[in-house]
């Protein structure tokens, strides 16, 4: 399974990459191992949410359920994430990234703060 994961460079510029999470033969189906986390929290936005630079708050996985979002960096490289696509944010330093509404659709997802 691939996720998107937005991360802090040694330039202080965010920066994407895409990783593979390895799923093992389960009782029904593949699984991973599992990820320890905090808690889940759940989040709507508006169709016109525009957020400018910023820093992820946390380590945490970003789980799109409806809507999608277009994710900014530095450099000017665009990412679309769309329902069902999982990023995982780690850029909580530097310059961060623009989360910006695509086609003024409203948004849902989850934020699943990390265990440290």
């Given at each position: 399974m691939?996720i998107?994961?937005?991360?802090?460079?040694?330039d202080?510029?965010?920066?994407?990459e895409?990783?593979?999470?390895?799923l093992e033969?389960?009782?029904a189906?593949?699984?991973?191992?599992p990820?320890?986390?905090k808690s889940?929290?759940?989040?709507r936005v508006?169709?016109?949410?525009?957020?400018?630079f910023?820093t992820?708050?946390r380590?945490?996985?970003?789980?799109?359920l409806?809507?999608s979002v277009?994710i900014?960096?530095?450099?000017?490289t665009v990412?679309?994430?769309?329902?069902?696509?999982?990023?995982?944010?780690e850029?909580?330093?530097g310059?961060?990234h623009i989360?910006?509404a695509?086609?003024g659709?409203p948004?849902?997802?989850?934020?699943?703060?990390l265990?440290?």
């Amino acid at each position: 399974m691939q996720i998107t994961r937005i991360y802090t460079g040694d330039d202080q510029q965010s920066h994407f990459e895409d990783i593979e999470i390895e799923l093992e033969v389960g009782a029904a189906g593949l699984i991973s191992a599992p990820w320890p986390a905090k808690s889940v929290l759940f989040r709507r936005v508006e169709g016109s949410y525009d957020l400018d630079f910023h820093t992820a708050p946390r380590r945490q996985l970003v789980v799109n359920l409806s809507g999608s979002v277009d994710i900014e960096t530095g450099d000017g490289t665009v990412r679309r994430l769309g329902a069902g696509d999982i990023l995982l944010a780690e850029d909580t330093t530097g310059q961060g990234h623009i989360s910006r509404a695509v086609d003024g659709e409203p948004r849902t997802c989850l934020f699943i703060p990390l265990a440290d």
